[in-house]
Every structure is written in structure tokens, then in C-alpha cells.
């Protein structure tokens, strides 16, 4: 079952521009998880965010997480061209036998204009 | 280099036929994971391993089988039952535990003939 839900499903805007993309998601989560891939490649971690965390910052990325809305935003300042990919939330709501399941949602998928 | 190889890149599949896709990591990382994505969607996970010998069935395991005989891999065999094997399929390890990152391979992409 998709637990996180994206928004918008794909994002197209000029080199230089702020992109940002949204999460929401149903149930309550130890961690929120945002990854972005490349057409045709594997997943690569950009930041997770706890659920007793508001914000968090990494390089030109901004994760907020307000877990009353049960929602997240992803922030990417000064988009480049080499930003062009899909990105997608993920959340874990728990654990089984020491390890978490991790949910994805469909993803957003990025274009920066040159 | 440290980090998860997928082998092959590209799969085809004969009807009835049963295929291994093969998944290795040298992270030294207890947790393993397949997961399934299809075209312009998110992805769902198919089985994961928190240790060698153990394995347990995710949200789709229908059709799948995997093996955990070794901490380095954790192959993935799509079987006849599969009817529709056609997807990107993706391997990831990750450190046991809460609050965790998963590292991912690159894929293998499984058509049918």
C-alpha cells in the first residue's frame, strides 16, 4: 500500500528557480525519508527527517515535516540543470525485527530548464 | 569501492520460465531488501532479510522467492507464478535498526518475451 502521496507528480521550471516539492502521508511515522533517482538508476538518500524534528537542512535541500498535517516538503534552492530526476518520499512507520519498513510514494519527477 | 552491485542489468524471460536476479553488498550491512517499481511509480517492496538465514515477505511477494544464505547477498528469483514479471527491480541494504538510510544498486530491468 502507498502510504506517501506527492505532490505535484511532475515539476518543470527554469535553472535558478526554488523547487518544491510535498508529501503527505496516513499513518504515524518514526522517520520520513526523501531520495532522489535518475532515469533508469537506483535510489540515492538525500536527508531523513525524525518525526520529533521540524526542519532540517542539507547543502541547497530544506526538509520540513509538520506531523500534524502528516506532511513534508522538500526545498531545493538555486536548482541546476544536474537536479533534473524523479525524487520521492518515503516513510517508515515501524519496525519488524530490527529493521524498519520504509513506504515510497510514487514520486515527483523534476525538470530544470537550462 | 563499497556498495551494492545488481546483476544483470537487463532480464528477458521466457513464459514459464523461473529467473534469478542477483543482488551483492559489501557495506557489512545486516538489512536487505527487493523492491519493485514500475513505470512512473513509486516502490513496493517484494521481501527483505534482517539477517542470514531469515527472510520475510513484503507487501507483494506473491511469485517471488529469495534466499539469505550469506550476509553479502540476497538473490531474488521471479518465478512462472509471476504473470506479470515487467518492472525495474531494485536491491537495498541498509544498517539494522530505526532511522536508517537504505543504500540501493543500480537495478535490473525484467522484460518478458
Known amino acids: 500500500s502507498q502510504q506517501g502521496e506527492e505532490d505535484p507528480q511532475a515539476l518543470s521550471i527554469q535553472e535558478g528557480e526554488n523547487a518544491t516539492m510535498n508529501c503527505s502521508y496516513k499513518t504515524s511515522i518514526n522517520n520520513l525519508q526523501w531520495y532522489r533517482q535518475n532515469s533508469g538508476r537506483g535510489l540515492v538518500h538525500l536527508i531523513l527527517i525524525r518525526s520529533n524534528e521540524r526542519e532540517k537542512h542539507s547543502g541547497r535541500l530544506r526538509v520540513t515535516l509538520d506531523t500534524s498535517k502528516k506532511s513534508s516538503s522538500l526545498l531545493i534552492t538555486a536548482s541546476r540543470a544536474a537536479d533534473t530526476a524523479s525524487y520521492f518520499c518515503a516513510t517508515a512507520s515501524y519496525i519488524i525485527q530490527g529493521a524498519q519498513k520504509l513506504v515510497f510514494g510514487q514520486g515527483t519527477r523534476l525538470t530544470i530548464n537550462p | 569501492d563499497g556498495g551494492i552491485t545488481q546483476s544483470p542489468k537487463y532480464l528477458f524471460r521466457k513464459e514459464g520460465q523461473n529467473v534469478t536476479l542477483s543482488c551483492e553488498q559489501n557495506l557489512n550491512h545486516d538489512a536487505m531488501y527487493w523492491y519493485r517499481q514500475d513505470p512512473g511509480q513509486g516502490l513496493r517492496l517484494i521481501y527483505y532479510s534482517q539477517i542470514v538465514n531469515d527472510f520475510q515477505k513484503g507487501d507483494i511477494a506473491e511469485g517471488y522467492s529469495v534466499s539469505r544464505e550469506k550476509k553479502e547477498s540476497f538473490p531474488l528469483t521471479v518465478t512462472s507464478a509471476q504473470k506479470n514479471p515487467t518492472a525495474f527491480y531494485l536491491c537495498?541494504?541498509?544498517?539494522?535498526?530505526?532511522?536508517?538510510?537504505?543504500?540501493f544498486g543500480s537495478g535490473t530491468q525484467l522484460s518478458v518475451l
Open positions: 537495498a541494504s541498509s544498517i539494522r535498526g530505526a532511522n536508517e538510510k537504505l543504500f
